[in-house]
């Protein structure tokens, strides 16, 4: 009997690539990466609209809370249909929305225009992730934390480089050549379009309902749940926010989208990781340190003098916060196999999103008591992150 990634990835792709169903994890990883560069490409684009239009911090965050409801809130109404549809027509239209939303930001140019199309780039966002995560999980069977990792890891690697995309297409092309930004994410598209592996999962005949199976489960969900918004606060926060401390320390916008990117590597890289130890040590192992080792390290950096050695430790914060990243979806998809794309839409995108909608929060408190300490003061936050994940319980199955 064949294995559901092996049967995935050989209805469209080459026999001996698609072999073990690899092909089909590259195919989604790929989509994966362009998706996620438009993901974190909304952050120099408000730092950018921030000079031109002379924004508050709190404008800042009002436009970072908005494209996170679209990039996140929305993804549980695309997991639901993507655990009851047989097509694979959301995930290849994905990259193009996205990309048309972000392209269109310069050529709109005033603020309301432009949080308008920050609203479309999120939902050609939020409808990749559900579906792409859930037949990700289906790849690699035997070994489903690496598989989560490797796609995970995929999209943040295209997070880390959104940043130095945008910094270096506004230097070279300046503002009103920076619709070029989309060209990658229609290219995406076309590509999947003869590629992208369809769905083998059992339509929602026999499934049972989705709010029977949460319920079920609804004390490990509801913990996975907060420590995904608490992660999540701290990620977005320092993703919209860490540009324009370096702008306010003195870093040119070029040398900020560089600074960014690498800080976002370097959690790319930690998710990465993430899913190989886990194989080694368990999930709920990864997660505990996640929390725990980064909770020193985010208060420390602010204790330092030197910007360079403060980004240096923040990167490696960074770096270990992500680790848990792949793994709260593994864990909570085996909790509930049968609704996993629902389940990864509520964990990748609304309790993300609901971290996302504190940014207004912070960019008001930030525009009272400087954007410094209250940096520092989100830093605090994975305390309550790693007494939240010591609850957690183990994979079933």
Sequence with gaps: MKQPGIEMAQRRLPGRFAAGGIGALAVLTAGHFVVDAYSSAYAPLLAILRERLGLTYAQVGAGAALFAFSASFMQPL??????????????VM????????MASVPLVGAYPATLACLFVAGIG?????????SQAADTLSHRPSLAMALFVGGGNIGFSLGPALVTASYAFWGWDGLWRIGIPGIVAALLLAPTAPTPTQPTHHGRGSVGTALRKRWKPLLTMYVFVVVRGIVQLIFVTFLPLYLIDSGMSNIRVGAALSVFL??????????????????????IRLSMAGSLPLFLGAFMLESLTARLAVLSAAFFVLLLSNPLTIVLAQSWVPKHRSTVSALL????????????PLFGGVADIYGLGPS???????????????WALPGRAG
């Design 125 to 133: 966002i939020a409808a990749f992730h559900p579906q792409g995560a």
């Design 348 to 359: 990748m995108g609304f309790a993300w999103g609901l971290g996302g909608m504190l940014a």
């Design 375 to 389: 940096l520092a003061a989100v830093g605090g936050l994975p305390l309550l992150g790693a007494m939240l994940a």
């Design 265 to 286: 590597a370097i959690g790319s890289i930690g998710s990465l990781a993430g899913g190989v130890f886990a194989d080694r040590v368990g999930e709920r192992a990864i």
């Design 94 to 101: 994905a990259p193009a929305v996205a990309a048309i939303g």
């Design 78 to 91: 695309y997991g639901f249909l993507s655990d009851r549809i047989n097509s694979s027509i959301i995930i």
